[in-house]
């Protein structure tokens, strides 16, 4: 099994959205580092301002380098030139947004390890679990930039293994955790954010329920829970 912390800024957040900057470390399953890779991308597309504003990218900065495609692929000194190796475990802060642009260049199947899925589980009573956040409120290692990749993923590497460490376990099995739904404490968003699921009303548990089809599999599982 192979072990990636991966990370992305696209254009947008929109179902459109391209990468404009792409990120991986691999790791043992012990966290050691064994190779580390960034390239910034040419999205081919137009980076909103708001995209901009976040990682400080624009058009301009992207144009001379490779698409995603070519990078993966490209017998170049600038490309990564390969697929990543599977099968593996994709490490991510909200990883199945970043799974959308980099999942498609894994040889191999693979599983995917969510470090905001656990830090939500573990932390419910945090001011709010972006990775900014949680390297003050944990008092992680801070590297880089917040919001470019490898600052990013380094983030990421820190707060998945204190995960770990907090848990308990393993890196293959919080890996093997993480294919289970998980309950959590708090409602994650809209109008009851931050409430406890068993102070929240049970008439909006019910219409989150029927009328949100694309709710995560921990939300989903935990209002399951809370209706019965």
């Known amino acids: 099994m192979r072990y990636y912390v991966i990370d992305s800024e696209t254009t947008g957040i929109d179902t459109n959205a391209a990468a404009c900057e792409i990120g991986f470390i691999e790791i043992d399953e012990d966290f050691n580092i064994l190779q580390s890779q960034e390239s910034i991308i040419d999205p081919q597309q137009l980076i909103s301002p708001a995209a901009s504003g976040i990682h400080g990218l624009t058009n301009k900065d992207c144009e001379t380098y490779p698409t995603i495609a070519e990078w993966f692929s490209a ?19 909200k990883v199945a947004f970043d799974v959308r642009f ?50 990013d ?42 409430t406890p699921f068993a102070k929240t009303p049970r008439s909006y548990l019910r219409w989150m329920s029927e009328n949100m089809a694309d709710l995560d599999m921990d939300t989903r599982y935990t209002l399951s829970l809370q209706l019965k």
């Open 153 to 194: 993923i380094m983030a990421t590497y820190w707060l998945t293994r204190h995960i770990c460490d907090r848990t308990n376990m393993t890196l293959p099995q919080l890996a093997e955790a993480s294919l289970q739904p998980m309950e959590v404490q708090t409602v994650p968003f809209g109008k009851w954010k931050g």
């Open 75 to 93: 017998d170049d000194p600038s490309c990564y030139g390969k697929p990543l190796a599977g099968p593996a475990v994709l490490i991510g802060h």
């Open 102 to 151: 980099l999942g498609e260049y894994v040889d191999g199947p693979f599983t995917e390890l969510c470090s905001l899925r656990w830090a939500r589980r573990l932390y419910p009573d945090s001011d709010n679990h972006q990775l900014s956040t949680l390297k003050f409120a944990l008092d992680l290692p801070r590297e880089g930039t917040a919001h470019r990749v490898m600052a």
